[in-house]
């Protein structure tokens, strides 16, 4: 980066247009912009780093500059791009705070470098053009601010929504395999291990019938709608998620052997009920009703296991048992 003491007529008569500088009288803007100085940054060359002192601040003359922070991985993430004749670098000059984004060049660019001891100079060798320069900063800064809200409200959403696809079903919106064994994991370990925990495994009967005679799309139909279904079972606390397929497991945190059965049933019955809208045939658009029935098989914590792996396979092997007594039933481990 070379830096060079502004003498271009041509580039003061921008700068002098541009909103820092807006408010001052001709004679004024001549006091300013004998000391602000032009800095040539290549492609890919970096200004400034977050968390860097800062010391100056800069105007966006030409090319372009891109704005990034560091996520909590290492990678760096886009904030915005900087737009021709913006000002930044200033709260970092004015709070004495570190930067607070990296500004990297993304093709050749030329920015106004307007030094922080010089800018405190004017303002107590000319208090009246370091008020108006304060004044600018500050209307500058609050469409600044609306604009980083909403940056911050997409990196919310855009993190919400990564954690929700990290650790849920996207068909079924239900959580996933991953999510449900660190849940049983984290009440297994002390001092969560001696409370009641039920697991239920189930699986629908027969769903590749299902996918066989009426098509794939009617498949995912029944899996959303047992899926729904559960949760229209569950109490508040409860975890359902689907493993696999058509393959589910539910936590039931300190719920009893009866209580457990007894919401088992409740959505064996519901989904035996239910009658189920599909296509009549594969690629059809005459749709028909059908219906599915489900088994489902109960371990229990700490009566049946002691670790994870232990609840499921014991819970599995419940789930076994109820399909080899003829499916569509519920049964219990031990």
Same mark, same amino acid.
């Given at each position: ?106 093709e050749d660019s030329v920015t106004i470098l307007f030094k922080g001891s010089d800018f405190y100079r004017i303002i107590a060798d ?40 990290? =650790? ?95 919401? &088992? ?5 519901? =989904? ?32 049946? &296991? ?29």
């Amino acid at each position: 980066m070379i830096e060079k003491i502004l003498k271009s007529h041509a580039i003061l008569s921008v700068i002098s247009r541009l909103s820092l500088f807006s408010g001052l009288t001709e004679e004024e803007f001549e006091v300013a912009s004998g000391v602000l100085q032009t800095v040539y940054v290549k492609k890919d060359d970096v200004l400034f780093n977050e968390g860097d002192p800062g010391e100056d601040m800069f105007i966006h003359f030409s090319g372009a500059l891109n704005a990034y922070c560091t996520q909590s991985d290492g990678t760096q993430r886009l904030l915005f791009n900087v737009k021709l004749g913006d000002f930044f670098g200033e709260m970092s000059v004015i709070s004495n705070v570190p930067r607070t984004a990296t500004i990297i060049a993304a093709e050749d660019s030329v920015t106004i470098l307007f030094k922080g001891s010089d800018f405190y100079r004017i303002i107590a060798d000319y208090p009246i053009i370091g008020f108006k320069i304060l004044r600018s900063i500050s209307n500058v800064q609050n469409r600044w601010l609306d604009q980083a809200s909403k940056s911050v409200s997409d990196l919310i959403r855009w993190g919400e929504t990564a954690r929700r696809r990290a =650790i849920t079903d996207e068909m079924t919106g239900l959580y996933n395999r991953r999510f449900l064994e660190d849940t049983i994991k984290e009440r297994l370990s002390p001092p969560m291990s001696k409370r009641l925990m039920s697991l239920l495994m189930m699986d629908l009967d027969k769903i590749h019938g299902i996918n066989d005679q009426y098509g794939t799309k009617a498949g995912d139909i029944v899996i959303i709608t047992a899926a729904n279904i559960i949760q229209s079972c569950l109490r508040p606390g409860d975890i359902s998620a689907r493993l696999s397929g058509d393959e589910f497991a539910i936590i039931l945190p300190d719920t009893t052997r009866k209580d457990a059965v007894k919401i &088992a049933e409740r959505i064996r019955e519901g =989904i035996e009920k239910r009658q189920i809208e599909v296509p009549a045939s594969p690629g059809s658009a005459e749709m028909t009703l059908i219906g599915t029935k489900t088994s489902i098989g109960i371990a229990m914590s700490p009566g049946h &296991a002691k670790t994870m792996e232990e609840l499921e396979e014991n819970a599995d092997t419940a789930l076994r048992k109820a399909k080899e007594l003829g499916r569509n039933r519920v049964e219990v481990f031990g």
